[in-house]
């Protein structure tokens, strides 16, 4: 079963399928957030879909457990990566990233508050990349999405009830956007080396 199928039975109205089915079918939790945003873009369109108060306050359907998933997921990860000291440096970029969204995800879970915002970060976590591609993927799949995500957040400032959600998300977003700097320094980085090394050849 793929996410198209699912697509398809959302827009002839078939939603008893597709809850039937559940989502143990789908291919790949990737396949999963897509979904979730597929479902809203059919339910909601793309007007109500990115509202404040449906990405504050409301959370799309299948979205927590998706979140809750993907929290323990991170800190499985985390927990592999340290226990086997499978990371390098002294301040190891990937375990200072999977710790940001730890923080982040398991007081937007508790809370039950800017899980939708959490599941469009997620989104770029999911997208892999060929190293051919690594460049538009960077940019399409990570940069420009939490940059937009950041606008998107400062614009919506104003709307935000007094409490940690906005520092919270704005703190989140901040560690995103300087590791993904870090990732494109990297990537630059790499990028070199590859050129570097093929030019003497």
């Known amino acids: 079963m793929n996410i198209w199928t699912y697509a398809k039975w959302l827009r002839q109205g078939k939603l008893d399928k597709i809850l039937d089915l559940g989502m143990i079918e789908m291919d790949s939790f990737d396949n999963r957030m897509i979904f979730i945003l597929v479902n809203e873009l059919i339910r909601m369109g793309s007007n109500g879909m990115f509202e404040h108060s449906k990405l504050v306050g409301n959370t799309w359907p299948w979205a927590y457990p998706a979140l809750c998933f993907s929290c323990g997921y991170f800190a499985y990860d985390q927990w592999d990566m340290l226990h086997y000291r499978l990371y390098s440096g002294w301040i190891p970029s990937i375990l200072v990233h999977h710790l940001l969204l730890l923080v982040c995800f398991t007081l937007a879970l508790y809370r039950n508050v800017t899980i939708n915002y959490l ?43 007094k409490g940690v959600e906005l520092p919270l998300a704005l703190f989140g977003m901040g560690g995103m956007n300087l590791l993904n700097t870090f990732l494109g320094i990297d990537l630059f980085r790499a990028y070199r080396r590859e050129k570097s090394s093929q030019h003497h050849e």
Do not use: G, N
Not at 125 to 140: G, P, Q
């Open 119 to 161: 599941i469009l970060t997620l989104i770029c976590e999911a997208v892999k990349a060929e190293w051919v591609l690594s460049w538009i993927t960077f940019i399409v799949a990570r940069f420009a999405p939490h940059i937009l995500i950041t606008i998107k957040l400062i614009r919506d400032s104003p709307r935000f009830e």
